[in-house]
């Protein structure tokens, strides 16, 4: 089993940054890859980014240049960098990671951006 526990949402102006946070627990021992995924009211929900133990990393075209997922190993912590945020952007943000073919998920945190 893998907890992860996301925070860092809230509201923010158009252009704003913020910067999410997902801490993993449990166990984590050969989780392959991490990632976030948002959902906005009546929308599916959709990978944002990810990163890969292996290395390497994976953006949707809507945040490339705007987006940095990174991670502090030393603190089993995954982060994503949300810069020059747009309405669009607005939604609930969780953490996922994959291990074993399973694929464990956060609860999700909020993120509302104003015009």
């Known amino acids: 089993q893998v907890q992860l526990v996301e925070s860092g949402g809230g509201l923010v102006q158009a252009g704003g940054s913020l910067r999410l946070s997902c801490a993993a627990s449990?166990?984590?021992?050969?989780?392959?890859?991490m990632g976030w995924y948002r959902q906005a009211p009546e929308n599916q929900r959709d990978m944002v980014a990810r990163i890969f133990t292996v290395g390497g990393t994976a953006y949707a075209d809507s945040v490339k240049g705007r987006f940095t997922i990174s991670r502090d190993n030393a603190k089993n912590t995954v982060y994503l960098q949300m810069n020059s945020l747009k309405p669009e952007d607005t939604a609930v943000y969780y953490c996922?990671?994959?291990?074993?073919?399973?694929?464990?998920w956060g609860k999700g945190t909020l993120v509302t951006v104003s015009s």
């Open positions: 996922s990671a994959l291990k074993d073919g399973i694929k464990y």
């Open positions: 449990g166990s984590i021992f050969s989780i392959y890859s």
